[in-house]
Nanobody, 122 residues
Framework: VQLQASGGGLVQAGGSLRLSCAAS????????MGWFRQAPGKEREFVAM????????YYADSVKGRFTISRDNAKSTVYLQMNSLKPEDTAVYYC????????????????WGQGTQVTVSS
């Protein structure tokens, strides 16, 4: 599986962005998909995940209520809608695909996209 993330950019605090991650291959619908982020000088951290069917989702406490993960298996794409953005959301955002049904840790994901920069100005 190859993953291509897009949609990042510069936005003011309180604004919104929608990230997309397009996958190649015909097995996209069998993978759990996740979003992680990495700020300068910090570890890569979990943001959100969605199960293969789209029925199960999980969010980091820091984004709960502001971010929404979704997927379109027909388009082999996963999305991250980010609302009410804060300066502390500034990071490179990565999408990832994994086989575990409830994957919250980096090492549970097998494939990674190249990352897309999100910068939130105050």
């Amino acid at each position: 599986v190859q993953l291509q993330a897009s949609g990042g950019g510069l936005v003011q605090a309180g604004g919104s962005l929608r990230l997309s991650c397009a996958a190649s291959g015909r097995t996209f619908s069998t993978y759990t998909m996740g979003w992680f982020r990495q700020a300068p000088g910090k570890e890569r951290e979990f943001v959100a995940m969605i199960g293969w069917s789209g029925r199960s989702t999980y969010y980091a406490d820091s984004v709960k209520g502001r971010f929404t993960i979704s997927r379109d298996n027909a388009k082999s794409t996963v999305y991250l809608q980010m609302n009410s953005l804060k300066p502390e959301d500034t990071a490179v955002y990565y999408c990832a695909a994994g086989g575990s049904s409830y994957a919250l840790r980096k090492n549970e994901y097998d494939y990674w996209g190249q990352g897309t920069q999100v910068t939130v100005s105050s």
